[in-house]
């Protein structure tokens, strides 16, 4: 059995360090990674709007971080964090923060996101809203309400959706008022790896998990299915910058994210290999960064064409 983790410096319950330890700034960047390839296709298709791109980059990090502090809450509530979890420590669960405060902090987040939208609804009009809800409501039902998507394997699903195609097209359409080809092909990257991400994270709580009722793809189908789609999805995120540089007539630029690919491969086969437990926290850290420095030369190399 784990002991409880205890805060890092002289950091009490309820304190701003705690805070920021439950925001969990590392899952930030695949928030932030979508926004700015979003951005990146409407300055290449010459409509970059930097006042609603940095509104919609607001956005994103508060539902972001409204979504962690649910999943913080209701993964407590549910029994799916407590003393024998691997992953890092969550906060409510080490008594670090009370759940009635998480609450009202998911509930802060959520109503700041909502004061972005305000702005891009100026900007874009009316379909910011319905936007804006579906993803917060999502956020909260990823691990919340009578149905959580997390718990009935449609997590993987939501990530892959809001992560990538909502998030990458919501950035685009707010600057455009429309949403080209362009931008549907760009959020299959921003999407792959998010949801790689959380692959990662199943395949190293299947036990625990599993114990409280939590059936993910990685529970319900196994860890073969879960490597599996781990490099699936990986591989989709590769396949699309050499798409568009095949097929679509993007110049060479396109192909920058390939120098990222000795960490995708190196990423892919330490998964096949079967690592477990909390040797897993590496490699989700590392996804992490492969999702983030992706999307900054995918966001760079969009720049060299105006896309089909």
Same mark, same amino acid.
């Given at each position: 059995?784990?002991?409880?983790?205890?805060?890092?410096?002289?950091?009490?319950?309820?304190?701003?360090? =705690?805070?920021?330890?439950?925001?969990?700034?590392?899952?930030?960047? +695949?928030?932030?990674?979508?926004?700015?390839?979003?951005?990146?296709?409407?300055?290449?298709?010459?409509?970059?709007?930097?006042?609603?791109?940095?509104?919609?980059?607001?956005? =994103?990090?508060?539902?972001?971080?409204?979504?962690?502090? =649910?999943?913080?809450?209701? %993964?407590?509530?549910?029994?799916? %964090?407590?003393?024998?979890?691997?992953?890092?420590?969550?906060?409510?669960?080490?008594?670090?923060?009370?759940?009635?405060?998480?609450?009202?902090?998911?509930?802060?987040?959520?109503?700041?996101?909502?004061?972005?939208?305000?702005?891009?609804?100026? =900007?874009?009009?009316?379909?910011?809203?319905?936007?804006?809800?579906?993803?917060?409501?999502?956020?909260?039902?990823?691990?919340?309400?009578?149905?959580?998507?997390?718990?009935?394997?449609?997590? %993987?699903?939501?990530?892959?959706?809001?992560?990538?195609?909502?998030?990458?097209?919501?950035?685009?359409?707010?600057?455009?008022?429309?949403?080209?080809?362009?931008?549907?092909?760009?959020?299959?990257?921003?999407?792959?790896?998010?949801?790689?991400?959380?692959?990662?994270?199943?395949?190293? %709580?299947?036990?625990?998990?599993?114990?409280?009722?939590?059936?993910?793809?990685?529970?319900?189908?196994?860890?073969?299915?879960?490597?599996?789609?781990?490099?699936?999805?990986?591989?989709?995120?590769? +396949?699309?910058?050499?798409?568009?540089?095949?097929?679509?007539?993007?110049?060479?630029?396109?192909?920058?994210?390939?120098?990222?690919?000795?960490?995708?491969?190196?990423?892919?086969?330490?998964?096949?290999?079967?690592?477990?437990?909390?040797?897993?926290?590496?490699?989700?850290?590392?996804?992490?960064?492969?999702?983030?420095?992706?999307?900054?030369?995918?966001?760079?190399?969009?720049?060299?064409?105006?896309?089909?």
């Amino acid at each position: 059995m784990q002991k409880a983790a205890t805060l890092p410096e002289t950091s009490t319950p309820g304190s701003v360090r =705690a805070w920021i330890l439950a925001m969990r700034l590392p899952t930030l960047t +695949a928030a932030a990674a979508p926004v700015l390839v979003g951005a990146a296709v409407a300055a290449a298709l010459h409509a970059f709007a930097p006042g609603p791109a940095l509104a919609a980059l607001a956005g =994103a990090l508060l539902i972001q971080i409204g979504t962690n502090f =649910a999943n913080d809450l209701f %993964d407590y509530e549910k029994g799916a %964090d407590n003393a024998q979890r691997l992953g890092p420590a969550r906060a409510v669960q080490q008594g670090w923060i009370k759940p009635a405060a998480m609450k009202r902090g998911m509930i802060v987040a959520f109503a700041l996101a909502m004061i972005a939208g305000v702005y891009l609804v100026t =900007a874009a009009g009316w379909p910011v809203i319905a936007i804006g809800l579906v993803s917060i409501a999502s956020g909260i039902a990823y691990t919340g309400g009578p149905y959580p998507l997390g718990y009935n394997g449609l997590g %993987d699903l939501f990530v892959f959706a809001f992560f990538g195609f909502v998030a990458v097209c919501g950035t685009v359409f707010v600057q455009m008022g429309a949403v080209p080809p362009l931008a549907i092909i760009a959020s299959v990257p921003m999407g792959a790896l998010s949801t790689a991400i959380l692959v990662v994270n199943n395949l190293r %709580d299947r036990d625990t998990d599993s114990a409280a009722g939590k059936r993910t793809l990685a529970v319900r189908f196994g860890r073969t299915f879960a490597i599996a789609e781990y490099t699936t999805l990986v591989a989709a995120a590769y +396949a699309t910058p050499a798409f568009l540089y095949v097929a679509s007539g993007f110049p060479l630029p396109v192909l920058l994210p390939f120098v990222t690919l000795p960490l995708g491969i190196a990423l892919v086969m330490r998964v096949v290999r079967g690592e477990t437990g909390a040797a897993l926290n590496v490699i989700l850290k590392r996804t992490a960064i492969l999702l983030f420095v992706f999307g900054v030369l995918f966001a760079a190399g969009l720049q060299g064409g105006s896309g089909p």
